[in-house]
């Protein structure tokens, strides 16, 4: 049973468009929401995140927007370049004792020049 | 460098015979983890450490151990690997305070045969 639903499973944006990758949650526990980053042979990095108090997050050319009521929040690449191409995942978790996150399965990212 | 160190970076082995997978962070943390990362299924977690000697399951813990005998380093073990247990690992350590950030291992890659 997948806590967190990610779509879609790849992406293709041309440079200079947005990418825009989504989630959706069941669990009204989650309190916390980032985004990873991960590059072929690398490991995932914090790209952005999230708490449920606020309904946007803007860094950069990333920004996170979260609709608590339809338990979904998305990632938007703005101005994609194809240094942007990699797997990005979303995740959740659930109070700060065990710390898991929850992931998402995953969206490869290519941004074609 | 701030960084989580996990060796070896990829590892061929056969059913039965015992490994370790080592993880180390240099960043004081208190808090560790280990995922697994399989396609279609991101990143899920085996066990976890909140501080020395104390560890605990995550979601997929069956035929890992761990231990936390340092702060430090956080080693995987597998005593009797299966096929089913091939996999891309990662370690993974944050601090209890400030930031939630988890910081990611380059990962290891291991094919049981």
């Known amino acids: 049973q997948q806590q967190v639903k990610q779509s879609p499973q790849s992406l293709i944006v041309q440079k200079g468009g947005i990418s825009i990758i989504n989630c959706a949650y069941e669990?009204?526990?989650?309190?916390?929401f980032p985004w990873y980053q991960q590059f072929p042979g690398k490991g995932p990095a914090l790209l952005i995140a999230?708490?449920?108090?606020?309904s946007e997050k803007k860094e950069g050319r990333f920004t996170i927007s979260f609709n608590k009521s339809a338990k979904q929040f998305s990632l938007h690449i703005m101005d994609s370049q194809p240094g942007d191409s990699a797997t990005y995942f979303c995740?959740?978790?659930?109070?700060?004792?065990?710390?898991?996150?929850?992931f998402g399965s995953g969206t490869r990212l290519q941004v074609q020049p | 460098e701030a960084q989580v160190t996990q060796n070896p970076r990829y590892l061929i082995t056969v059913t039965g015979k015992k490994l370790t997978v080592t993880c180390s962070q240099n960043m004081n943390h208190e808090y560790m983890s280990w995922y697994r990362q399989d396609p279609g299924l991101g990143l899920r977690q085996i066990y976890y450490s909140m501080n020395v000697e104390v560890t605990d399951k995550g979601d997929v813990p069956e035929g890992y151990k761990v231990s936390r005998k340092e702060k430090r380093n956080f080693p995987l073990i597998l005593e009797s690997p299966s096929p089913n247990q091939t996999s891309l690992y990662f370690c993974?350590?944050?601090?209890?305070?400030?930031?939630?950030?988890?910081?990611f291992g380059p990962g290891t890659r291991l094919t049981v045969l």
């Open positions: 999230i708490r449920p108090d606020v």
């Open positions: 993974a350590s944050s601090s209890r305070q400030g930031t939630d950030t988890q910081y």
């Open positions: 995740a959740a978790r659930a109070g700060t004792g065990r710390r898991a996150l929850t």
């Open positions: 669990n009204t526990a989650f309190d916390y």
